[in-house]
Structure formats: C-alpha cells, structure tokens
C-alpha cells in the first residue's frame, strides 16, 4: 500500500495528535480517583463544549487571521501546550486545555483531509494514520508510565511533560503541509436542512454521540479496578502494543472493496469490550482483557468511522461549514447524553452506572455498524448509478 505525498505531509501531525491524545486517559485517571465519577463528568462537559468552540471560532476568524490548516494545526498544540504548563490543573483548565487540542486539531485534519485526499486515498490513509497514532500513543504512554514509576503519582508531571510535547509540535510540526485557503464559515446553517445530512443523524449519535459517556465510564473501570497512575500506565501500554501488533498484521489487506468487513469486525471487538468493561465490576481482572481489546480493534472502528465521516461531509456546501455543522451537531447529541447518564447516575450505585453505562455502549456499537452499513451501501448504489 503506497503513500501519497499529501500522506507523508499529514502523518507527522496524526501520530502527534495520537501521542497527546493519551493524556486523557491520566487525566481521567487522576480526576476520578481524586473527585469520584462526579467531576469526570464535569470535566468531560466543559472538554467537548470547548472542542467544538474552538473549531467554530477559529472558523469564524480564520479569514481575519489567516488561520489555513497548516497554522490552525500548530494552534491545535500551541494553546493546549501552554494551558497544560501555566495553568493550575483543575478540572476546568484541564478540560479547556484537552478539548481546544480536541477540538483545533481535528478542524485542522477534517479541513486537510477532505482538501488533499480523494475518495480512493481515504482507505489508505486510515490505516497509515490508524498506525502512526496507536505507535506515538504507546510511546507517549510508556514515557509517562516510567516518570510515574520513578518520580511518584504526581499529576502536574504528567501535565508539564504533555504541555513541553504540544509546544514542541506547535513549533516543529507542518512543515511540509501544502498551504490551503484560510478556514471560513459561511453559511452553516444551509448545511442543517440538506436531507443527506438529516440521514446521518442516527449514525451521528452511534458513533460520537456518546463519546462522553464512554470516556467517563473507562475513567471509572480504571479507577475501580488499578491501584495507581503508573499501573493504568503500564495497562495501557500493554493493550496499545497489542493494537499496534494488530495493525502490523493487517497492514495491506484495507481497501474501497472491503470497507463493510472492516466496520463489522471492528464493531464486534470493540463491543465485545465493552461488555468486559461492565463484567469488571464484578471481576476487576476484566479491566485489563477490556483495555487489550478496546485498544485492538478501537484503531480498526476508529479507520472505517475516519472514512464514513469523510462520506458523509461529501455533500453540498463550503467544505468549512460542513465540518462546522456536523461538529456543532454533534455537541447537541453528546451533551445531551452525556446530561441525561449524569442526571441517571445520581440514583445509581457506582457498580450500577458501570454496568449500565458500558451495556449501553455495547448496543451502540452494533447499531453503529447497521447504520454504516446502510450508508455504505446507499452510497455505493449511488455511485454505480
């Protein structure tokens, strides 16, 4: 499988955004072990809402600050650098700090991706960036694990140790990413009222919709289940080796023809974890098995999902405000959830959310897979008519 040059020119950031990236699984670690399930939720509120306002922010300002994707992905790691290393790591600095990273880079990569790489390229290029970012990640992972080993379970290492690496890729990092047009909104809202955007709603909340809820729930199995920082650390090594060696062996065999293959057998992985994920409330072991298996297929889900996202922002209007209006679809949807598991888990035993949450998610990922289906192959008739 070859890379393109725009492929080379991106996967330098993809595998950065990968190695921050695993900051928050130690800062969900860190919060609930020190407030409880509560503030985790607290956090994951404010990170999504400050993810999708910094995508539509720097859209707006894009033009006035000549804000293309090479400068908006610097930002991505800039901003959430300093945060991290100048602020005082509670839960709504931390948060802003993770969700303007979230919420920066990913304008930046939907923008370049969608510019630079063709529908047959997309394939391809999930699987290179799928590789590049669990291989960063494990690193990132294991670094960090080692200082906790060796300088104790001190949270504002951790942070300092991420905010030098975003400030090092802000300044390092882009190089040779082609130069686009500024990012700029124009008429978002158009986008809302395109049926073909209505058809993916479901798909929407299947897939990222409760991306909070599952963020929390794997904060509260970890905090359950391990003793310290330095041993979710070394758990999470584990399983990122075990994604990485699966991504090795399945390296070459991605492609246009086999994209449904893909989502089926990544949706079974990943929802087969999530059942272990509510088993360990029970049997705390299960916490590692669920932590292998959500790391070897969650690359493989996370690939086919890269590409159902690109399928559907192939519809009409400025490609900025596509990517706006999904991202700010997608805050409603996750919000949302995310209130209503709160509001739930206030009459709930901790064991109970757990269970209850992770049963949830499991059935989310095998309708996932039936929407994706569906619109794989409404998609496919299209193009042959």
């Avoid at 140790?161 to 700029?184: D, M, N, Q």
């Avoid at 003793?227 to 062996?249: H, I, K, R």
Wanted: net charge positive; charged share 15%; aromatic share 10%.
């Amino acid at each position: 499988m070859t890379v393109s040059a725009h492929e080379r020119a991106l996967l330098p950031g993809v595998a950065l955004q990968g190695a921050v990236g695993a900051l928050g699984g130690f800062i969900g670690f860190f919060i609930t072990a020190a407030y409880r399930v509560e503030a985790m939720f607290m956090f994951t509120a404010v990170m999504q809402t400050a993810a999708t306002a910094s995508i539509v922010l720097s859209y707006l300002a894009g033009p006035r600050l000549r804000l293309d994707g090479r400068r908006l992905l610097r930002l991505g790691f800039l901003l959430p650098g300093l945060l991290l290393l100048f602020g005082d790591g509670s839960v709504t600095v931390l948060g802003i700090a993770f969700g303007s990273f979230i919420g920066l880079t990913w304008g930046a990569r939907h923008w370049l991706e969608m510019l630079l790489l063709r529908d047959e390229e997309r394939d391809g290029y999930a699987a290179h960036s799928g590789a590049a970012t669990v291989a960063l990640s494990v690193a990132a992972t294991l670094a960090t694990t080692v200082l906790l080993a060796v300088a104790g379970e001190h949270s504002r290492l951790v942070y300092q140790l991420y905010g030098v690496l975003c400030i090092a890729g802000a300044f390092s990092l882009g190089k040779r990413i082609p130069r686009t047009e500024p990012v700029s909104l124009n008429r978002p809202l158009d986008v809302l009222r395109q049926p073909e955007f209505l058809a993916c709603l479901p798909l929407f909340f299947l897939e990222s919709g409760l991306f909070g809820i599952g963020q929390c729930l794997a904060s509260a199995g970890a905090a359950h289940s391990l003793g310290s920082a330095s041993d979710f650390g070394w758990v999470s090594t584990v399983a990122g080796m075990a994604a990485g060696a699966a991504l090795y062996v399945t390296r070459s065999r991605r492609g246009v023809e086999n994209r449904l293959r893909w989502l089926g057998g990544s949706c079974f992985v990943v929802g087969l974890s999530f059942v272990l994920l509510g088993a360990s409330a029970w049997l705390p072991g299960l916490f590692v098995v669920y932590s292998v298996l959500k790391a070897a297929g969650g690359p493989f889900l996370a690939a086919s999902e890269q590409v159902l996202n690109q399928r559907t922002l192939d519809i009409r209007g400025a490609l900025a405000d596509r990517i706006a209006a999904r991202e700010c679809v997608l805050w409603v949807l996750r919000m949302g959830s995310l209130l209503l598991f709160w509001g739930l888990t206030a009459h709930m035993k901790p064991m109970t959310v757990l269970v209850a949450g992770s049963f949830s998610l499991a059935v989310a990922t095998a309708l996932e897979y039936a929407f994706g289906k569906a619109l794989l192959w409404r998609r496919a008739v299209g193009q042959a008519v």
